[in-house]
């Protein structure tokens, strides 16, 4: 008699929800009681009063971000699907992958350009550009962050259903069709992009801090380097964290009633002749140039200082190598409860919910992320795997797990229901139902490990306090010479990351290219 | 063929792991340092180390993002199952606190006996040695020395005091100095001293290489940093120059911020550990710092200092760094609210 682990269900179920919770939420369910307890023990009093009215002020800060995101990615998005209609698909999944860039490649080349361009307005016009204050923050966030909202609105274009794509162009509605029927079906890929967009900025200090504004996140930094427990940090950023949770709820909202599929993009305009979305279009591309330009004329120039630029790269291949192998371990064994709860919850309308508890991790910062992480693995249970290299690899499925879980459950929910039960039917037990599924959701699958691949390989403040003794990644690695103002050689470090990032995305598509002809 | 096929995979996943899993060689004698001081120097010195001991260093780096107090925060997180044997600190008042969190263990270093007393922690837990000035920067072609403040007092009346640059004094040494000031001066009168700078509209900036790099590209006229962000970036730019500021005879003199090293309590590898600290104060190691930027002001007899700053007779401030370390909360907390809320 054949033996079938995967076939009870309760068992999977219950497997799925502990995997989750194991690798995601326990260390920050751990953080919370420990809280509370020292709470009642009398231990932490917060005061927050005085951080209300900058925690308003960061709010405000980071709505005008997003919304600016939102309409950049809106025009970026009209551009590829008018201009670039034939690899509007591959551009899709390139623009997404970009998210890698971190955030301060894109200040510094800002700044570096300002300057150039302020340099040059000088001696022509005798003037300059101030580029400081909320302006900078917010163009540098929007700028930093397009790939999010451009990414997403261009596979929501593409995911839009052909027969309406015939009847706009049958009936030439024009304007108004594209206005009333386009558009509402963008309005959850703009809003789950510009709310994660708002998650990670309001959590980033970074770039406000560069253009002298000052956000909620500053102050939780002060109490974490003036030598505060964590508990103490952990209360007083609760106001934020409680805000994020309400986004994070907001995000699952329009999760659950977006419709955008990575299977079915295909690049069908029905517009693109009509005079009233050229300029839109022309609006984007002028905000595509400045995005590609900005950032690669910066490093490029930073890069080409550099005498022995292979060397740098000799000099950082253990980093580069460890980088690569926990980014893909976080990203192929993300995969494992994605999958587990997908199946197991498929059906369920609490989905949403444990979606939203297993995202809790991604929306506190990131040293409280950190230090929860050893307190929970660094026990004399857990201790060999704390003390082991993969242990990195433990904390980025604990941050973005809950990623390819999303895009998972998404893709299952576009899925004919009738179909499911089907296969579930037919083909019981996990990996006949995957096996099935995979033919199906294919592309959704490679999205979600190369997303998190990409923001593994991109993260340092979890990673820097988990990695082990010996080994470094090659994100730590930049922002330690960053420190030190060798920007020629984080410039190449962080050109080679992109190049290998393009390359790999490149190397992918040829794959899956023969793969479906086949 | 399923099946086989499905073996591979799992045999395939095992070895990744256990490859994981047996990353170290057990035969290899090792020493585990975590590290704030910058990667640029620190590897250097552990390289020279490895040489001369035979042992290998695994160290952890900290960096500017995380203000430099990851690690500090990680070995308080790790206090109950400690996996670092040494702690080389680039200031003190972190140090300080992790004594006070009971995450240090005493040590008695042969190398730290020509050490100042004050460099040296009466209980043993922790040694100073060679550190880092705080300085004004100044952008010649922006201004002359002779104009620019001699005094941090002077500072708050100078006429280039919107073009003068300091990192958030909430974080690393430049919340030591207000730390420092708030034990020389008194809480009041440091505390009215920062209103005033804000009042007056100093540049708030995010760091101290950012000061430097403000005012060697024209931005700013002058800034309070380090010394090894002013040196280095002096290298680059002969406009720029340095000033140690209170060397008058009735003035308090300039904060030196010493380097730190400490032994973790519970390290795994003690004997690896004491060799790692008596190399790390030696005189010897200290020269090796100055000589490539990291020091300027050495602590032991014969190392001679920097050659930046080796023509300038230095009067060093007095401080009680475990007064300053007790100001540090309410100092922190009043400069937040001052330059953050």
Request: aromatic share 12%; hydrophobic share 50%.
């Amino acid at each position: 008699m054949k033996f079938n682990l995967f076939k009870g269900v309760h068992f999977l179920k219950v497997l799925a929800v502990v995997l989750l919770i194991l690798l995601t939420i326990a260390p920050v369910l751990y953080i919370f009681m420990g809280s509370i307890a020292t709470t009642f023990k009398g231990n932490i009093t917060i005061d927050y009063t005085s951080g209300m009215l900058l925690l308003f002020k960061s709010v405000l800060l980071n709505l005008g971000a997003m919304v600016l995101t939102i309409l950049f990615g809106l025009l970026s998005a009209i551009c590829v699907w008018v201009f670039l209609e034939k690899y509007a698909v591959k551009i899709a999944l390139g623009i997404l992958m970009l998210i890698l860039l971190p955030p301060f490649i894109h200040t510094q080349s800002w700044i570096f350009f300002v300057d150039k361009l302020n340099s040059f307005l000088e001696q022509i016009l005798g003037v300059a550009l101030n580029f400081n204050g909320i302006f900078a923050v917010i163009l540098t966030i929007a700028f930093s962050y397009l790939p999010i909202t451009a990414g997403l609105c261009l596979i929501a274009l593409l995911s839009i259903p052909s027969e309406l794509s015939d009847m706009c162009r049958i009936d030439g509605g024009g304007k108004t069709a594209f206005l009333k029927i386009y558009l509402p079906f963008l309005y959850p890929a703009l809003c789950i992009g510009g709310l994660l967009v708002f998650l990670l900025s309001i959590n980033d200090y970074g770039i406000p801090s560069v253009f002298g504004i000052n956000v909620f996140v500053l102050e939780l930094y002060s109490r974490f380097s003036a030598g505060n427990s964590i508990y103490s940090v952990f209360l007083a950023g609760f106001p934020l964290f409680l805000l994020c949770a309400t986004i994070m709820a907001l995000f699952g909202f329009y999760i659950s009633r977006s419709n955008f599929s990575f299977s079915t993009m295909k690049c069908i305009n029905p517009f693109k002749k009509e005079k009233f979305i050229k300029t839109p279009a022309v609006f984007g591309l002028v905000i595509l140039v400045f995005f590609a330009i900005v950032p690669l004329f910066n490093l490029t120039y930073e890069a080409v200082r550099v005498k022995g630029a292979i060397a740098v790269l000799a000099n950082s291949v253990n980093e580069i190598s460890y980088s690569a192998f926990i980014s893909i371990l976080a990203a192929v064994f993300s995969f494992i409860p994605a999958l587990l709860f997908t199946y197991s919850f498929y059906k369920s309308k609490a989905r949403i919910l444990f979606l939203g508890v297993a995202a809790l991790p991604f929306i506190i910062s990131s040293p409280i992320a950190g230090l929860s992480l050893i307190k929970m693995w660094n026990t004399p249970l857990l201790s060999f795997v704390y003390r082991s290299p993969i242990m990195p690899a433990i904390a980025l499925i604990s941050r973005f797990a809950f990623v390819e879980a999303v895009i998972l459950t998404v893709a299952i929910s576009r899925l004919d229901k009738a179909l499911i039960e089907n296969m579930a039917l037919h083909y019981p037990g996990l990996f006949r139902f995957f096996k099935c599924m995979a033919q199906l959701i294919w592309k959704e699958c490679l999205a979600g490990i190369l997303i998190v691949f990409a923001l593994s390989m991109g993260e340092f403040g979890v990673t820097l306090l988990v990695t082990p003794p010996g080994y470094q990644t090659l994100t730590i690695k930049i922002y330690n010479y960053l420190h030190y103002g060798a920007s020629e050689i984080v410039a190449v470090l962080c050109l080679f990351m992109l190049v290998v990032m393009l390359l790999i995305l490149l190397l992918l598509f040829l794959l899956l290219k023969g793969e479906k002809n086949e | 063929m399923i099946i086989k096929r499905k073996i591979l995979l799992i045999i395939l996943t095992l070895l990744v792991f256990l490859t994981s899993f047996c990353g170290c060689n057990g035969n290899i004698k090792s020493v585990v340092v975590y590290t704030s001081v910058d990667q640029v120097y620190s590897e250097k010195i552990f390289k020279l180390f490895e040489q001369k001991s035979g042992i290998k260093v695994k160290a952890v780096y900290d960096i500017e993002a995380s203000k430099s107090v990851g690690l500090a925060n990680r070995l308080v997180a790790e206090k109950d199952c400690p996996q670092a044997d040494v702690f080389w600190n680039g200031e003190i008042l972190k140090i300080l606190d992790l004594k006070e969190k009971g995450v240090l263990e005493r040590a008695d270093i042969t190398s730290a006996k020509g050490l100042p007393s004050s460099f040296v922690d009466e209980d043993g837990y922790w040694y100073g040695f060679g550190g880092r000035a705080r300085v004004l920067i100044v952008n010649k072609a922006l201004v002359s020395l002779e104009n620019c403040p001699k005094t941090l007092s002077e500072l708050a009346n100078s006429q280039y005091i919107k073009q003068t640059g300091i990192a958030y004094p909430i974080f690393g040494t430049t919340s030591t100095q207000v730390a420092t000031l708030y034990t020389y001066w008194g809480e009041i009168k440091a505390k009215e001293y920062f209103t005033s700078l804000k009042n007056l509209g100093i540049s708030v900036l995010e760091g101290n290489s950012v000061v430097k790099d403000y005012v060697s590209q024209k931005k700013l006229y002058m800034g309070l940093t380090d010394t090894d962000d002013a040196l280095s970036e002096m290298k680059q730019n002969k406009d720029l120059d340095i000033i140690f500021l209170d060397q008058g005879e009735n003035d308090m003199g300039t904060l030196v911020i010493p380097n730190t090293v400490a032994y973790i309590k519970g390290a795994p590898h003690p004997t690896q550990a004491d060799a790692f600290m008596e190399f790390l104060l030696s005189a010897e190691t200290e020269q090796a710092l100055v000589d490539d930027g990291w020091i300027h002001i050495p602590v032991h007899i014969n190392v001679t200092a920097s050659k930046d700053i080796l023509a300038k007779k230095i009067k060093i401030m007095p401080v009680d760094f475990n007064e300053a370390y007790k100001k540090l909360l309410k100092a922190t907390k009043e400069m937040t609210e001052i330059f953050v809320y």
